[in-house]
């Protein structure tokens, strides 16, 4: 299925030269090109993944463009991992300006048939690990009295989707959580915006039968599946210091499927 023809190519609407910008899920998918977006309009980035091995492809990409990065194998659901990997961050570049909560999974299931493993993981990587990040790099932030935090959320949290009760009840709660921490963190000068994705082709929406995708093309508006770097375009823009009266906010970048 040819796709995402329309979707944006290299430039920069925003200026993050001499930032450094934390983004988890950075090896593949849209955490990559929200790194080479956020290194090609000037941030150093730093990547996070379970391994180091998955993001030297990040890696390679970022350089190969001009960029900075430096990856931290890290679980995102794991207390120790986040202030192990924002202390030696806060350690080498004093500041951390920007974060990028992007790294999630999916474990779909029809309510009934939900295993508690199924549930609590997905629970535990996408809410937890959003919470976590945002309270270690927050502490970071406040220091600094300047901050853009985006935390990726999903269209499934917003309308919901069938058999993704686990996965919509965590982005569902991302959104209120940004929301709490928003006004939580506006008077020291930090943003917390969410973007929420729709369909797009990634290794997580891969693994859907051609039918379904089909099908979901349908439904879309501008009748074409999403890109990663549809979404990259929408973050960086909100990670950028022209975006400082936008905070709270939720950011459907879905070609029109919630409209
Ligand atoms: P993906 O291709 O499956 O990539 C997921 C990323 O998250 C990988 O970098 C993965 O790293 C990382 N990750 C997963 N579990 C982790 C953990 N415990 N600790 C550290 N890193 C972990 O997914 P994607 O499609 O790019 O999705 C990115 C974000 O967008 C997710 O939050 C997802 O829910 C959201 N989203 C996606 C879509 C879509 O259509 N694709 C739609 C709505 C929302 P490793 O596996 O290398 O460790």
Redesign the pocket.
Known sequence: MAEATDAPKAGCLVDLKGQTALV??????????IALKLAACGARVVG????LE??EATREAVVAAGGEFEGFA?????AE?VKRVVEAVEEKHQKIQILV??????KDGLLLRMEDDAWDRVV???LK?TFLWCRAVGAVMMRGRYGRIVN?????GIRGNPGQAN?SAS?AGVIGFSQTVARELASRGITVNVV??????????DVLPEKIKAEVKERVPLRR??A?ED?AEVVAFLCGPATSYVTGQVVAVDGGMTV
Request: proline fraction near 4%.
């Open positions: 988890t899920g950075a090896s593949r998918g849209i955490g990559r090109a996070v993944a379970r391994t998955a993001l890290a679980d995102v659901s794991r991992d909560n992007n790294a999630g999974i999916t535990d990587v996408n690990g990726v959320g999903s269209v499934s996965y982005k929420a994705p729709g369909f797009i082709t990634t290794d997580m929406t599946l999403g990663p979404v």
